[in-house]
């Protein structure tokens, strides 16, 4: 049974920093694309930053680069978002993603909240 499951998010003031995690079981997890999704009230999903099954390559949404790392952990099944300078635009719930596009393969996780308030 395939389980993406984040947790991290809650409410931090504007500058403040978070880390998301997602651990992963029921998939080969170093074989899959790993990604960030953020979806805004009223708005679609939109990626926010991937990683390679090997991690050597990662992916950001212009928004957030120089302010978010995404990495992971293949021994560990674990994927990781670490987001600093958190501005209120940020504020969205957050997916992980699992991808092996080649083979029809796309999980997604139930998401966590983040908001960026003061």
């Known amino acids: 049974q395939v389980q993406l499951v984040e947790s991290g998010g809650g409410l931090v003031q504007p500058g403040g920093s978070l880390k998301l995690s997602c651990a992963a079981s029921?998939?080969?997890?170093?074989?899959?694309?790993m990604g960030w999704y953020r979806q805004a009230p009223g708005k679609e999903r939109d990626l926010v930053a991937s990683i390679t099954g090997s991690g050597l390559t990662t992916n950001y949404a212009d928004s957030v680069k120089g302010r978010f790392t995404i990495s992971r952990d293949n021994a560990k099944n674990m994927v990781y978002l670490q987001m600093s300078s958190l501005e209120p635009e940020d504020t969205a719930v957050y997916y992980c993603?699992?991808?092996?596009?080649?083979?029809?393969?796309?999980?997604w996780g139930q998401g966590t909240q983040v908001t960026v308030s003061l």
């Open positions: 029921g998939f080969p997890f170093s074989q899959y694309r």
């Open positions: 993603n699992a991808d092996r596009t080649l083979y029809g393969r796309n999980f």
